[in-house]
């Protein structure tokens, strides 16, 4: 018979588990204890050692009662023996395959964290539990370990003021378009990857850039036209008003005109009526 985990498909026990493991990770990587680096076994070793939180204690009482038993046949019809139970079922880092598949991926992703190689040497202890104290043939110990390779986490360090890289000045509205680092994969640690691997992430992260320049250009430019358009818009409602003033001041002179000449009119009759009466009296 197969227990089927709590958590062992796209469950809500199983999202809950990995909400969970992020804060237990990021409260890791956080601490002090995280400075040099910590690899997966250490991280694990921690995060079990504490305790995961109410909700999603609640949350798995409730789920107990969801536990199927099934068989499990292959295909020839035999009964297929089952895995091995998690060591922890019911912390949310059940064990040490879910922390680097599920967890840690996600905070990669984030560029919250990185993976690392580094050189260091082995502490006596953990020297002793690999080798054994072994002695040689003139019955002295072994010399000190010397340094091994390791693959350690630490925390991506965040830039200050992102935004004080700029190359292009269009004026006082222009904006950057150079590419940040940290959008297209520049300074990323890949020495994990074999030689053509690493030589192809040098060209790929250059196509990144260009293309990341390429697209920050056109937005720039964009915007650029944007506010050129808007900066006519205004312009040309300006002249608009200016000409519409004018056009009433023209008016007013026009109907000015045209009052000062009909009183002129006016004054030339009344002097002509004025004349003819003085003439006829005479």
């Known amino acids: 018979m197969q227990v089927l985990k709590l958590y062992s498909r796209n469950t809500p026990q199983k999202a809950a588990a990995v909400r969970e493991g992020l804060r237990m990770v990021r409260g890791i ?30 949350l ?6 969801s536990v199927v038993r099934v068989n499990v046949y292959g295909k020839s019809g ?23 598949r599920e967890v840690l991926p996600v905070l990669e992703g984030n560029k919250e964290i990185t993976l690392k190689r580094v050189m260091r040497v082995p502490s006596i202890e953990q020297e002793t539990k690999t080798q054994g104290n072994t002695k040689s ?11 091994v390779q390791v693959y350690l986490w630490k925390t991506v360090p965040k830039p200050k003021n992102p935004s004080a890289t700029t190359e292009v000045n269009w004026g006082p509205y222009a904006k950057s378009f150079k590419p940040q680092w940290w959008e297209v ?12 691997r690493q030589r192809a992430r ?15 250009w056109a937005a720039t430019k964009e915007q650029r036209l944007e506010i050129e358009a808007l900066k006519q818009a205004r312009e040309l409602k300006r002249k608009e008003g200016v000409d519409r003033w004018f056009a009433g001041v023209r008016i007013r ?7 000062l000449n009909k009183v002129r009119r006016e004054k030339a009759k009344a002097a002509k ?3 003819k009466t003085g003439t006829s009296t005479a």
């Not at 994969?185 to 053509?196: A, K, M, P, T, Y």
């Not at 002179?253 to 009052?259: E, I």
């Open 185 to 196: 994969g520049v300074n990323e640690d890949s020495g994990h990857l074999n030689r053509r």
């Open 29 to 58: 990587m956080a601490s002090d204890t995280s400075k040099d680096g910590l690899t997966t076994s250490q991280i694990y070793q921690i995060a079990v050692k504490k305790r995961p939180s109410p909700q999603f204690k609640s």
């Open 78 to 100: 035999n009964l297929k023996m089952s895995p091995p139970p998690p060591p922890n079922p019911l912390h949310p880092l059940k064990s040490m395959t879910f922390l680097k």
């Open 137 to 147: 043939k003139k019955g002295k110990t072994n010399e000190a370990p010397s340094p």
């Open 253 to 259: 002179m026009r109907q000015r005109a045209r009052a």
């Open 273 to 275: 009526r004025a004349a």
């Open 202 to 216: 040098v060209e790929k992260i250059g196509r990144e850039v260009e293309l990341a320049k390429r697209v920050k």
């Open 60 to 65: 798995l009482k409730q789920s107990k009662d």
